[in-house]
């Protein structure tokens, strides 16, 4: 499901159904939701939200020295620990933040 409430793939269950008719409905194609755009913007909203809640977590805090250039920022990007962010704690899985 993308953020507000669209669905990615769509099937329409029939109302009343037989176990044969059930099989058939599971086996049946899905059809996919029309515009791919709706993906994207799931895709921007989302990203936006986690980019606004790192950069509120006190421990993202880089130096105006790690600002001043592309370089030092990727560099303190590299070294900073994502894991120890409250969000990161909060929402992912342990075992998939390396």
């Known amino acids: 499901m993308l953020a507000g409430g669209d669905l990615i793939m769509k099937r329409e269950m029939p109302g009343r159904t037989t176990r044969s008719q059930s099989k058939d409905f599971l086996l049946s194609p899905v059809s996919f939701a ?56 909060d929402f992912i899985d342990p075992l998939l933040v390396v």
Do not use: R
């Open 34 to 89: 029309p515009a791919s755009c709706k993906l994207f913007d799931s895709t921007i909203a989302s990203f936006a939200y986690v980019a606004a809640e790192i950069l509120k977590d006190p421990l993202f805090s880089p130096s105006p020295g790690q600002l001043l250039t592309l370089g030092a920022f990727k560099n303190y990007l590299l070294n900073f620990k994502f894991s120890n962010l409250k969000w990161c704690k």
